[in-house]
């Protein structure tokens, strides 16, 4: 079984441009985190979503949004860039919405802001 | 809140030798405590969970118990082997997300 996929895998943008990530987790499991992991730090949740409804939310700002489709894949949207989103993307996916459940990372989205 | 903090790296040992990575946590209930593992390249990997007090948690050769008198999940290791060498994070699970520690880079020398 294919694991957790994300694209693309390197992405440059400049600053206020809006970018869209994308991710299709596990099949069979429904629900899909987020996570921003700046060089050097540990990664910081940004949203998770199961059975396509929003479950929990990190401390970003609301030019970060997300969205998670029928077949539970998810997109992840960032608007108006700034240099400081600049990091690696990680999606997860679960089978249920539980937060002590295995997650199952991708090999994330490296972001770069110019 | 919940916060997870983790002893700073890099640390390089030469094969075999003994592991040990701090790790320490705040919480006001009863989290659950993971170690995740990076190795070069790839996305995070579980790599063992302990989900309440005197908890051991135990995968490849790594153990690590939830000891909740001192707020600690420390991970060891006997004898690490060059394949070890990764980055290492220590995160903990409440009931509204997962938070993990800065990570700690393990090297391991032939």
């Known amino acids: 079984d294919a694991g957790v996929t994300q694209s693309p895998t390197h992405l440059i943008k400049t600053r206020g441009q809006q970018v869209t990530l994308r991710c299709s987790p596990i099949?069979?499991?429904?629900?899909v985190s987020w996570y921003q992991q700046v060089l050097g730090q540990g990664p910081q949740f940004i949203f998770q979503y199961y059975e396509k409804e929003e479950r929990g939310r990190g401390n970003f700002p609301d030019r970060f949004s997300a969205r998670q489709f029928p077949n539970y894949s998810s997109e992840l949207n960032v608007n108006a860039l700034l240099l400081g989103d600049s990091a690696l993307y990680l999606c997860a996916s679960s089978q249920n919405s539980a937060t002590n459940e295995k997650l199952f990372f991708g090999s994330g989205t490296q972001l770069s802001v110019l | 809140g919940d916060s997870v903090t983790q002893m700073e790296g890099p640390v390089t040992l030469s094969e075999e030798a003994f592991l040990t990575i701090n790790c320490t946590y705040t919480?006001?209930?009863?989290?659950?405590l993971f170690w995740y593992v990076q190795y070069p390249g790839e996305g995070l990997q579980l790599l063992l969970k302990?989900?309440?007090?005197?908890d051991k948690g135990s995968n490849k050769g790594f153990e690590a118990t939830y000891r909740k008198e001192t707020t600690s999940f420390h991970l060891e290791k006997g004898s690490v082997q060059v394949s070890d060498s990764a980055v290492y994070f220590c995160?903990?699970?409440?009931?509204?997300?997962?938070?993990f520690g800065a990570g700690t880079r393990l090297t391991v020398k032939p």
């Open positions: 919480a006001t209930g009863y989290p659950s």
């Open positions: 995160a903990l699970s409440d009931r509204d997300d997962m938070r």
């Open positions: 302990a989900t309440k007090a005197d």
């Open positions: 099949s069979g499991h429904k629900s």
